[in-house]
């Protein structure tokens, strides 16, 4: 689904939207999403701004109204919530609509949206999470010996070429993912200097508390097997995919700037199959992860809920374990 730009919602939902973040002390008040996390401020813009577009699309945001929350009505928002569950996945839906809820709520404390809780927690219901698919045909162990094949073989690499620049990195994201098993907002977020440091001859990750779906703090140590990559790519293969680098972004897209998390979903399934033969989600790497720890002992299936930053053991092993 398209959304909206910030610069193109209307003046009436960025002055609101701008008073839900303003800050403040003791006697003028804050806004009340003045305490979000960064990452939490840039989702619910940008699933507001899903909810703009649609809007704009139908013919009725031009329409005069005196506040956001006018436009939010029970049988708008059905016809949306059907659109969204025909165009997306059911747990996006539920995602986007959730965090449409969120909004319009601290946008209009004082209104009844009883009702707007009740299709959330209806949509919410439907994409519930179930266990995890089959795992790929090939091992976790099989899976890095041929990301290291691949990047032992590249002897006659030549920087200056695209396709191989974007393969080669491409490669590192699956194989820090093997590695590393982080959700695919962290990957899109990683910056070199904030989140990569080099320790005692390996990468060392980590991302704070504000910046994690579960408010976790991670930190992971990927695997030295890829130290030399991983230089190599900051050396060489990041400068050249987009000539100078003027930012610190970890993930560089062809024609510069980050690569968002949207374009990194389709880039990993279609290096996963041209590596391994089938094309594999990111999120799926997160329960080859799991399992691969329950499958070597139950001490280190132990190491599972830390390593996918899960608050709850029950979570990781319903949802992600398949040993």
């Not at 610069?7 to 839900?20: F, N, S, Y």
């Not at 939490?40 to 703009?52: E, F, K, P, Q, V």
């Not at 001859?201 to 890829?226: C, D, G, M, Y």
Request: proline share 6%; net charge positive; charged share 25%.
């Amino acid at each position: 689904m398209k959304r909206l730009s910030y610069e193109r919602w209307p003046a009436l939902d960025r002055c609101a939207w701008e008073e839900l973040l303003r800050e403040g002390d003791i006697l003028e008040g804050r806004g009340a999403g003045a305490h979000w996390a960064p990452a939490t401020r840039s989702t619910n813009a940008h699933h507001y701004g899903i909810w703009l577009g649609w809007l704009d699309r139908q013919g009725d945001l031009a329409r005069s109204v005196d506040h956001p929350a006018d436009r939010v009505t029970p049988n708008r928002v059905r016809a949306y919530v059907s659109e969204l569950l025909n165009s997306v996945a059911p747990k996006t839906a539920d995602s986007v609509l959730r965090d449409l809820k969120v909004v319009i709520k601290v946008m209009a404390p004082d209104r009844n949206w009883r009702w707007l809780m009740d299709l959330s927690n209806r949509v919410k219901q439907f994409a519930r999470p179930r266990a995890a698919k089959s795992l790929p045909r090939m091992s976790p162990q099989e899976m890095f010996r041929k990301i290291i094949a691949t990047f032992e073989s590249r002897y006659d690499y030549k920087p200056q070429e695209t396709k191989a620049n974007l393969e080669y990195r491409d490669t590192l994201m699956i194989g820090i993912l093997l590695g590393a098993p982080i959700r695919r907002r962290n990957l899109a977020m990683m910056q070199v200097s904030e989140h990569l440091q080099f320790i005692d001859s390996a990468w060392h990750l980590r991302f704070a508390a504000n910046e994690t779906k579960t408010h976790q703090p991670i930190h992971l140590v990927l695997p030295t097997r890829l130290s030399p990559y991983i230089t190599f790519y900051l050396d060489t293969v990041r400068p050249s995919i987009a000539g100078i680098v003027p930012q610190d972004h970890f993930w560089l897209a062809q024609h510069g700037g980050p690569l968002r998390p949207d374009a990194i979903y389709q880039r990993i399934r279609f290096a996963s199959e041209r590596l391994f033969g089938e094309k594999i989600n990111p999120h799926a790497f997160r329960s080859i992860a799991a399992t691969l720890l329950a499958e070597s002992s139950p001490e280190d299936a132990l190491h599972a809920r830390s390593l996918l930053g899960h608050r709850r053991a029950e979570t990781t092993q319903t949802y992600y374990v398949q040993a």
